[in-house]
């Protein structure tokens, strides 16, 4: 009996070693994709620049482009809500609070209404 318990628990071993060895080759391999590409993802999130490490700034070309692009989307698109805007635009609130924030302090961009209800225009000092 103790034979067969020690065969067994040599099995197992066994068996827990080659399933350790598989998940760490796949993590080394994942690993390695991820720094051929030079860690950031593709498509939108690197247009956006959500390719950035956690918790790193935006360059001020980054932001400047995100309001360009916002300013000229509500040009062409007046009296949206961000919901609205984020699906055309494949972003995220987050993404866009700081950069609404300095086109309204600038005079470019015009809100209307308060919280999820708010509405955006281009204002006067928009670039045409």
Do not use: C, H, W
């Not at 034979?3 to 598989?22: C, P």
């Not at 590409?37 to 995100?66: D, F, N, P, Q």
């Amino acid at each position: 009996m103790a034979n067969l318990q020690s065969d067994i628990q040599r099995l197992v071993d066994g068996f827990v070693a080659q399933v350790t060895e598989l998940a760490r080759r796949a993590a080394v391999e994942g690993l390695e994709q991820a720094l051929s590409r030079g860690g950031s993802r593709s498509g939108a999130a690197v247009r956006l620049g959500r390719g950035r490490g956690r918790g790193a700034k935006r360059t001020a070309t980054e932001l400047e482009k995100m309001q360009d692009d916002f300013l000229a989307f509500v040009a062409k698109n007046p009296g949206l809500r961000i919901e609205q805007i984020n699906k055309q635009l494949n972003t995220t609130t987050k993404d866009l609070a700081l950069p609404i924030r300095k086109l309204i302090a600038d005079g470019s961009l015009k809100a209307k209404g308060k919280k999820r209800s708010t509405t955006y225009y281009a204002g006067s000092k928009a670039k045409n």
